[in-house]
């Protein structure tokens, strides 16, 4: 890596790359690599010789997982290229790499359109306000169809969007664009050596059109031009080319720009309008802060940086990959972590390159840099100098929605997991680790399926742990629905001290959620006053083995009115086993029932797919409670069993083509039907055989 591409910081301009997976992403970044000499040629990522999947778990499955960071140099500028995930799983990736970014390119396929990815990483995208350009490659490929995919565009995503180019030829035949701006043409025979030539005459209507489309888009960014280009007022081209500029530095105008990764065809040009398309650090919008002054995006600034990403190198240990927003780092500085209050020393300072990494003397703003073995800042704190504290407003990240139960498969498995756990949850905030009590269970929750099969084969691969997979068991519990009276008497004295005591006492149902009440109305000492906690800790031992299925039993009021002591052998254990027994028994004639744990499901989803989300939702046992419309998207809201939750991330996924996300959490318990009942029953009594 040169010191030019390092840079000077101030200059380096950060780009994250997004796109639905699929449209050639990971390609287009080998392609702006190779076209602007940062390597010699393109890697492959169906061999898994690309430069941004470099990792077992990126090569083996041909897709990308992690952002990763490549540099490059382009007529003596430096850009930082984020290639970020294209599945939705890995949110956090794409999430984190926006935070670091000045600007974003959004990848659209010339063949599939816009797809969910692609709305999902624009939406996000301009929540950051990020300086947006859109490109749409694979024009090389069969059935590629510009103007089919820039109605797409202009269909699905928000804003004020025009193609800057228009394809000569598609497909096979994609040999040149035309410059809509500029009114010229390029053709190119070879790679991506292009030749200046006229206009063709097939496609000089098309050009006209778009050319039209283009500067309206442009006049509505700047009212002067606006006055002059109602009053049919002539425009000059450098005022046009100036207000296209300034409007997309503004994120005030997307354009739409045309490539063939594959072949290398579209990229010069590609990084010629990166030149000017893509705004400087110093540019940024000011950010929002929880405490403290936003950062002033300059060199001579205290320092600030953010945390966009941690990883864990079994080599480096722990690295915390950040963008500084202002200031200088070098070594040996000591910095706050300004989101956890915590003062930490650094020493090594690293620029990466996808996986290699260079030792620098310090980091300024606008630079990309990594920090080794500091345990204590996570994704998206703020670290910043410890005598100008502040924290910014912390990463949004969806809850996750999906669980597996893990199980050790051996004992030295069961003993590395814990630390395995740990080492990825420090560096995936979208994991979530539940370790339930009740049911004994490791439960790992994550955004899908994808998600949580990387997670289980970094532990097996990565750490050396083998773990099963499984549905988490549900957390039912039980009550009563009637009143019962019972009796027991606890009696022994086979050798020794002998144990004596009788509990008279009455179960009845409480409100639902209420728990559980315990009433002393013993009179006359026929239990002693001293024995009457005993009763109550006996009937709460009871209370957690359950009634008939094993489950704690909740929302009942337990009432001690009566029973019988013996003035030597009655003892603290002897009432607690005769209370316990007395509640089991009139428990069962209490007519109890299984309560299950219902949650609030919300999911959103396009108008089109609402009627079908509200029938599978129903025919999970589903109550509807409502339905919003936020523009085109609705969002449904129910009450679902949680048994009847465990597959719905891929069924929504496949009911609405990936265009579907909910989220979930637990509301309230709910008696359980009478063939639910019966079944988890069964299941116990399996189980405990």
Known sequence: MSDQTIGSGQAIRNVALLSHSGAGKTSLVEALLVRSGAKPSMGSVDKGTTSADYTPEEQGH??????????????????????????????????GAQLAADAAIVVVSAVAGVEVGTERVWLSASKRELNTLCVINQMDRPNANFFRAMADIEASLEGNLAAIQLPLGQGDDFHGVVDLLHQRAYTWQDDDVASEVDIPEEVAGAAAEYRSRLVEAIVETDDDLMD????????SDSNLHDAFYRAVRRNELTPVLLTSAFQKRGIRLLLDFMLEGIRHNRDHRSLETVSGEPPVFSKDAPFCARVFRTSIDPYMGKETMLRVLSGVLRPGDTVLDGSRGTEMRVSHLYVPNGREMQEVSELSAGMVGVLTKLEEPCTGDTLCAPDQ???????????????????????????????????????????????????????????????LDIATEK???????????SSPKISYRETVTSKADARYRHKKQSGGAGQFGEVSLTVEPLARGAGFEFVNKVVGGSIPS????????????????????????????????????????????????????????????????????????????????????????????????????????????????????????????????????????????????????????????????
Not at 228 to 235: A, G, M, T
């Open 62 to 95: 041909q897709f990308s997982i992690y952002t990763s960071i490549l540099p490059l140099t382009w007529q003596g500028e430096s850009f930082n290229v984020l290639d970020t995930p294209g599945y939705a799983d890995f949110v956090g990736e794409i999430r």
């Open 228 to 235: 002059r280009y109602l009053n049919d007022e002539p425009i």
């Open 389 to 451: 504290p502040l924290s910014l407003t912390p990463m949004e990240l969806p809850p996750p929605v999906m669980a597996l139960a893990l199980t050790p498969d051996n004992r030295s498995d069961e003993d590395r997991l814990g630390d395995a756990l740990h080492k990825l949850l420090d560096e995936d905030p979208t994991l979530a680790l539940e370790r339930n009590a009740e049911t004994h269970e490791t439960v790992l929750w994550g955004m899908g399926h994808m998600h």
């Open 459 to 469: 532990l097996r691969d990565r750490y050396n742990v083998n773990v099963s997979v």
């Open 530 to 689: 001293q024995f009457i906690s005993s009763c109550e800790k006996g009937v709460k031992n009871a209370l957690a083995e359950g009634i008939t299925a094993g489950y704690p039993t909740v929302d009942v009021r337990v009432t001690v009115f009566d029973g019988k002591h013996h003035p030597v052998d009655s003892k603290d254990i002897a009432f607690q086993i005769a209370a316990a027994h007395a509640f089991k028994e009139a428990a069962k004639q209490a007519k109890p029932v299984l309560l299950e744990p219902m949650m609030l499901v919300k999911v959103r989803a396009s108008e089109r797919y609402t009627g079908d989300i509200i029938s599978d939702l129903s025919s999970r046992r589903g109550r509807i409670l409502g339905m919003d419309n936020e523009g085109s998207v609705s969002l449904v809201s129910a009450h679902v069993p949680m048994a009847e939750m465990q597959t719905y991330s891929p069924d929504l996924r496949s009911m609405t083509s990936g265009r579907g996300t909910f989220s979930l959490k637990f509301d309230h318990y709910t008696a359980a039907p009478e063939q639910v009942s019966k079944q988890v029953l069964e299941e116990q009594q399996v189980v405990s055989h």
